[in-house]
C-alpha cells in the first residue's frame, strides 16, 4: 500500500523549488498538500500573497507529484488539517520555520505516531528559486506608474 504523505506551504508563486520540493516529498508516497489560507499567510508573513488561495489550490493540484491540494482550516494551526487528513509522514521543505521534533511532539499528545522528516537540500541552482526572488525581479525589470 502506498503511504500517504502531506506537504504544507504557501505556494504563492510557483517556481522551481516548489517542484523539487514536491518531487521529493513523493518519493515517501502519495502527496498531499495543505495550502495556507491568505488569513494564515498574513499572520505569519505579514503580508497577504500575491495570488489568491483558492487560485493557488488549483495550481498545485495540477502539479505532478500532486495527489490533492486542500487549503488550510481557516483560523486553526496546520496541525489540525494534518489530523483530518490522517498522513503516514509529514514532509517539511528546507525552508520552512518551523521544528520537526516539535511538531512530533505535538503529535505524539494527540496520540498520533506521525513521522516528520526534512529535506535538507536546497535548489539554489536556479537564478529564481523562491517566490521572494520572483518578486524581486519583476521589482527590477518592470516599471510601475
Known sequence: MTKKVVIAGTFDI????????????????????????????ERIKGKKPVIPEEQRRIVVEGLKGVTEAVLG?????????????????????????????????????????????????YLDNVPLYSSTSIKQKIKEVCEFE
Open 14 to 41: 510557483i517556481h522551481p523549488g516548489h517542484l523539487f520540493f514536491i518531487q521529493n516529498a513523493a518519493e515517501y508516497g502519495e502527496v498531499h498538500v495543505i495550502v495556507a489560507r491568505d488569513s494564515t499567510v
Open 73 to 121: 482550516n481557516e483560523g486553526s494551526d496546520f496541525l489540525e488539517k494534518v489530523v483530518e487528513i490522517n498522513p503516514d509522514i509529514v514532509v517539511l521543505g528546507p525552508n520552512q520555520d518551523v521544528d520537526e521534533q516539535n511538531i512530533a511532539n505535538q503529535f505524539a499528545e494527540k496520540g498520533l505516531n506521525i513521522p516528520v522528516i526534512r529535506i535538507t537540500q
